[in-house]
């Protein structure tokens, strides 16, 4: 009889389609190598799934969870880049194309036939997982070691730091000694507060509302922001533009979400700069055409982010290892696999930053 399980499940879609249960642990052929999860990350998209304010095609009966970390404990008989003992972290691509153009180009996250571990293959929020030979043969770098002075808790969620990395450093591509703004403080924002740090950034003002908890204020002062901005107490325009000569800032990471926040980043954003949509957010508002005119007069950039690419994995495990990125101030709970739902509260009413659970 095949050993069992417990892994967090999407049963339905919807809302509240998440259920705790038990699972065979995976079969590995002699091209795959088996996990064992020694960490794993709560993430946003996580929380739209246990919402029900997306859905995610072809994912019922799927085990959720794409931020994890662990320790190879089997290897096929054709694997020959890993073994046993190995402790890895995994960007969460379970299968690509390799032959697409964003396959050709080397990032992985904008193939178009792409299947993500914790959507439509099973992820992280497991006791153990699979990583098939055909991605571990096609992208080797699906998979990265990690160094011994880092934690599998820190390496669980070097998604969102890569997430950071890639927007401010890959597509932002400010000059250090420039100021930057980042709107929202939640993994996403605190990741560009953190990478614009270790960019050279002069000035990093984080955007919040009034209501953002004294939890997140403090990550984002710890993490490099300078300056603190409430947009419904101060005139974030006027203020931006003061403090920056009048010209605004070379880039506005928006990371919130809403749609009317592209708004408040073209008014502060210089001319010629950029604005990265990194945030998502499934209903609301549309943008209006006044925004575009302002970003279309004002020559500014708006850029679309999603991810990461093995470049930023790469460097940010070599600054994480240097000391120069800050992994452990987002994490503010780790709790058992079967605490998911406590995990999920604490989410819910702003009381955490990072969860991570331990299967």
């Known amino acids: 009889m095949q ?44 929380m739209h799934i246990y919402r029900g304010t997306i859905e995610t095609s072809g994912n019922i009966g799927v085990t959720i969870g794409h931020e994890f970390a662990g320790e190879v404990v089997k290897v096929g008989s054709r694997v020959k880049h890993w073994k046993t003992g190995d402790r890895v972290a995994s960007d969460n691509t379970g ?9 050709r180009a080397g990032n992985p996250l904008n193939c178009e ?17 699979k990583i098939g030979g055909d991605i571990l043969e096609r992208m080797p770098d699906c998979l990265v070691h990690i160094p011994d002075n880092i934690s599998y808790e820190e390496a669980a969620i070097l998604d969102p730091i890569a997430n950071g990395y890639y927007a401010v450093c890959q597509q932002g591509r400010f000059l250090p000694g420039e100021s930057v ?22 000035r990093i003002f984080a955007i919040v509302r009034k209501s953002t908890s004294k939890l997140h204020r403090e990550a984002a002062l710890k993490m490099g922001a300078t300056e603190i901005l409430e947009t419904d107490t101060v005139d974030i325009k006027q203020y931006i533009l003061r403090r920056t000569d009048g010209e605004g800032v070379a880039c506005t990471y928006e ?3 809403p749609a009317a926040l592209t708004g408040t980043a073209a008014d502060i954003t210089r001319r010629g700069g950029k604005i990265l949509r990194v945030g998502l957010e499934f209903k609301g508002e549309d943008l209006s055409l006044d925004v575009f005119n302002k970003i279309a007069f004002r020559n500014i950039s708006l850029i679309g982010h999603d991810g990461y ?31 998911y739902q406590k995990g999920v509260e604490l989410m819910l009413n702003r009381e955490a930053i990072k969860v991570v659970y331990h299967p």
């Open 309 to 339: 690419n093995p470049i930023s994995w790469h460097n940010c495990l070599k600054l994480l290892e240097a000391g120069l990125l800050d992994a452990k101030t987002p994490i503010t709970h780790v709790l058992p696999l079967d605490e």
């Open 3 to 46: 050993e069992k399980m417990k892994a967090i499940v999407q049963v339905k879609q919807g809302a509240r389609g998440i259920r705790m249960q038990e699972k065979e642990i995976p079969r590995i052929g002699d091209s795959d190598i088996l996990i064992r999860v020694k960490a794993a990350g709560l993430c946003g998209s996580d």
């Open 255 to 257: 990371c919130a979400g």
């Open 181 to 202: 703004a980042v709107i929202g403080t939640g993994p996403l924002g605190l990741a560009c507060i953190n990478a614009a740090k270790v960019a050279g950034a002069v």
């Open 113 to 129: 036939h792409r299947l993500g571990l914790g959507f439509e293959l099973d992820g992280g929020f497991a006791e153990y997982v």
């Open 95 to 103: 299968w690509v194309c390799g032959v697409c153009s964003g396959c």
